[in-house]
T-cell receptor, first 116, second 108 residues
Framework: DTGVSQDPRHKITKRGQNVTFRCDPI?????LYWYRQTLGQGPEFLTY????????KSRLLSDRFSAERPKGSFSTLEIQRTEQGDSAMYLC??????????????FGPGTRLTVL | GQQVMQIPQYQHVQEGEDFTTYCNSS?????IQWYKQRPGGHPVFLIQ?????EVKKQKRLTFQFGEAKKNSSLHITATQTTDVGTYFC????????FGKGITLSVRP
């Protein structure tokens, strides 16, 4: 399977714990995005990378959230001191950096986080 | 900030009926994209519109970008049960702002 993969697919944690999610993009894609989606809403942009550089971060993202893409390949999203309001589906997407399809984003299956 | 609006959020049609939904932006968009998300699935890219007044077709789906590049429409001819899902418009470019989507259900 050469699509975007995410791990884990489901995560249940207790309030106050830290969690880390991983995303492996399509191999030739330079850009990687993180979104959060709650029931009845569209995906909400969190942050995106071009290669290893984090180009933009949503102003809605608290400092408990951090994302990295150290080698320009896979990325991790960490949430510290989780709160019940962090419960959501966390989606990763990737895209090419050039060409006609450069803005087409390919989404992974998501990681569903439940904070108890 | 930029807002992308899709109203209503739900629509129910009888199989075989046509379906049209609209997307409106508070600002002019350089481009607009449409995604489909099946129940329990993830968003899947359908189309990107770039030019003012652009119309693109994919089988029974017709997408249009408004002349002022502030709205877009999706029309499905003769809906089928496979069309069930939530359709999102989003724009522009890389940092996508998604609408709330419209969830389409089709009665067989």
């Amino acid at each position: 399977d050469t699509g975007v993969s995410q791990d884990p697919r489901h995560k249940i944690t207790k309030r106050g714990q830290n969690v880390t999610f991983r995303c492996d993009p399509i191999s030739e894609h330079n850009r990687l995005y993180w979104y959060r989606q709650t029931l009845g809403q569209g995906p909400e942009f969190l942050t995106y990378f071009q290669n290893e550089a984090q180009l933009e971060k949503s102003r809605l993202l608290s400092d408990r959230f951090s994302a990295e893409r150290p080698k320009g390949s896979f990325s991790t999203l960490e949430i510290q001191r989780t709160e019940q309001g962090d419960s959501a589906m966390y989606l990763c997407a990737s895209s090419q950096n050039s060409g006609r399809s450069r803005f087409e984003q390919f989404f992974g299956p998501g990681t569903r986080l439940t904070v108890l | 900030g930029q807002q992308v609006m899709q109203i209503p959020q739900y629509q129910h049609v009888q199989e075989g009926e046509d379906f049209t939904t609209y997307c409106n932006s508070s600002t002019t968009l350089s481009n607009i994209q449409w995604y489909k998300q099946r129940p329990g699935g993830h968003p899947v890219f359908l189309i990107q519109l770039v030019k003012s007044g652009e119309v693109k077709k994919q089988k029974r789906l017709t997408f249009q970008f408004g002349e002022a590049k502030k709205n877009s429409s999706l029309h499905i001819t003769a809906t089928q049960t496979t069309d069930v899902g939530t359709y999102f418009c989003a724009g522009p470019r890389s940092k996508l702002t998604f609408g709330k989507g419209i969830t389409l259900s089709v009665r067989p």
